[in-house]
């Protein structure tokens, strides 16, 4: 039962072009959406989110884009730095559930070649 | 910048036996999780808990799970008797949860990897 899906196990990308990473979802309740960096041996770190009611939200060199009637988010990273090398993990959750966990996607595998 | 912790980074032990997987989630959040990636596998919730009590849990999170805050700074998950599969990495979260909704951000420890032979 695959909520959230990350279709792409690992992307490479030059230094300083962009990444783009995707993730879709299945459970049309989901309404705020988070991605998080891991490199190994450490817990996820957060990066950015975004709530439903956006269809875009910017951080630095990192911006989301949602489109909910597609059931799609990217992240995309301008530009790629070594340091992005890591898993990144999509996650979705329902905010009128109470203190629901979030729901992860499997994760896909960035790597920036120099 | 204040962080979550998670003692110990790896714990052995062997099936059937009780181990007990301690957090310290930053100070002042409110909410406070534990998730689980097995090898080669997703993150998994497993419990959330709030205000002294648990929130929710999920289907993973049977009678061999328990959490517990004893003393208002730790966060613990106890696993009764540990089965093969329960080896992975547990993560523990925490969540400001002062915005007034869930719409926060969770903040995970670097994880706990349990191996049970």
């Known amino acids: 039962d695959q909520q959230v899906k990350q279709n792409s196990p690992s992307l490479s990308v030059q230094e300083g072009r962009i990444s783009i990473l995707n993730c879709d979802y299945t459970?049309?309740?989901?309404?705020?959406f988070l991605w998080y960096k891991k490199y190994p041996a450490e817990g996820p770190t957060f990066l950015i989110s975004?709530?439903?009611?956006?269809d875009k939200n910017e951080d630095g060199r990192f911006t989301v884009f949602l489109n909910k009637s597609a059931k799609h988010l990217s992240l995309h990273i301008v530009p790629s730095q070594p340091g992005d090398s890591a898993v990144y993990f999509c996650?979705?959750?329902?905010?009128?559930?109470?203190?629901?966990?979030?729901?992860f996607g499997k994760g896909t595998h960035l790597i920036i070649q120099p | 910048e204040p962080e979550v912790t998670q003692t110990p980074s790896h714990q052995v032990t062997q099936m059937g036996q009780e181990v007990i997987l301690r957090c310290v989630p930053i100070?002042?959040?409110?909410?406070f999780y534990w998730y689980r990636q097995i090898l080669g596998q997703k993150v998994e919730f497993l419990v959330s808990f709030y205000n002294n009590e648990i929130s929710e849990k999920s289907e993973i999170f049977d009678d061999q799970f328990s959490v517990e805050r004893p003393d208002g700074s730790n966060f613990t998950l106890k696993i009764r008797s540990t089965k093969l599969e329960d080896s992975a990495m547990y993560f523990c979260?925490?969540?400001?949860?002062?915005?007034?909704?869930?719409?926060?951000?969770?903040?995970f420890g670097p994880g706990t990897r349990l191996t049970v032979l």
């Open positions: 996650a979705a959750m329902y905010s009128g559930g109470g203190a629901d966990g979030l729901t």
């Open positions: 459970n049309s309740m989901f309404d705020y």
């Open positions: 979260a925490s969540m400001p949860g002062t915005s007034g909704g869930w719409t926060d951000t969770q903040y």
């Open positions: 100070s002042n959040h409110l909410y």
């Open positions: 975004i709530s439903s009611i956006k």
